[in-house]
Every structure is written in structure tokens, then in C-alpha cells.
């Protein structure tokens, strides 16, 4: 499967975006489905993911209550909703796709989109 973010951009503290994920293939709903970061100098970090129903999901702590993930499986997308954002969320967000809904369980990942936010 190939998977392509998009929706990043700049944006004031307290502010919003949506993140975007298409991904190619018939078998996208098959699929557990996640988005990660990484900042500048940071290691790669989890930051929520789906399960391939969009019945479960699961958010890094430093997300929770600010961050929603969703699917729509008949376009083959995942969003991530961002809300009430810090400028500690400025990283390059990956969207990534495999058999488990968890920080480890990604097979696939596409090339990110930068999201910047000012204080």
C-alpha cells in the first residue's frame, strides 16, 4: 500500500489542522492505520492510531483530548484532526499503515507533511 500525507502548513498556537492520508490499493480497509511525528533532533514518536473498523482508537498521551483520528474507508483516507495546537506539536507528520493499531505495528509509511506551529 502507498500512502500519501497532506494538510500540513503553518499555523498560530491554540489554532487547528487537518492531516490527510490516501492511500493507494483495494485493501486500505484491511488495514490498522496510524500517524507519528518527528521533530527537529527528536526520535520518531507515536501519535494515534486507528484500528482498519475505525472502532478503536488509541492517542499518545501528549495528544489526548486535543488530537482525533478517522477513517473513511470509502476513500481510502485517515485524518487527524488537530486542535488546540502547542508549538511543540511543529514536527513532520507520517502516516503509516499495518496489521496492528498500536506504536508497533506499522508496516508502510509515507512521506511526511511538516506542520509548524508559532507561539
Known amino acids: 500500500v502507498q500512502l500519501q500525507a497532506s494538510g500540513g502548513g503553518l499555523v498560530q498556537a491554540g489554532g487547528s489542522l487537518r492531516l490527510s492520508c490516501a492511500a493507494s490499493?483495494?485493501?486500505?480497509?484491511?488495514?490498522?492505520m496510524g500517524w507519528f511525528r518527528q521533530a527537529p533532533g527528536k526520535e520518531r514518536e507515536f501519535v494515534a492510531a486507528?484500528?482498519?473498523?475505525?472502532?478503536?482508537?488509541y492517542y499518545a498521551d501528549s495528544v489526548k483530548g486535543r488530537f482525533t483520528i478517522s477513517r473513511d474507508n470509502a476513500k481510502n483516507t485517515v485524518y487527524l484532526q488537530m486542535n488546540s495546537l502547542k508549538p511543540e506539536d511543529t514536527a513532520v507528520y507520517y502516516c503509516?499503515?499495518?496489521?496492528?493499531?498500536?506504536?508497533?505495528?506499522?508496516?508502510?509509511w509515507g512521506k511526511g507533511t511538516q506542520v509548524t506551529v508559532s507561539s
Open positions: 503509516a499503515a499495518g496489521q496492528l493499531a498500536s506504536a508497533y505495528g506499522m508496516d508502510y
Open positions: 486507528i484500528s482498519w473498523s475505525g472502532g478503536s482508537t
Open positions: 490499493g483495494r485493501t486500505f480497509s484491511s488495514y490498522a
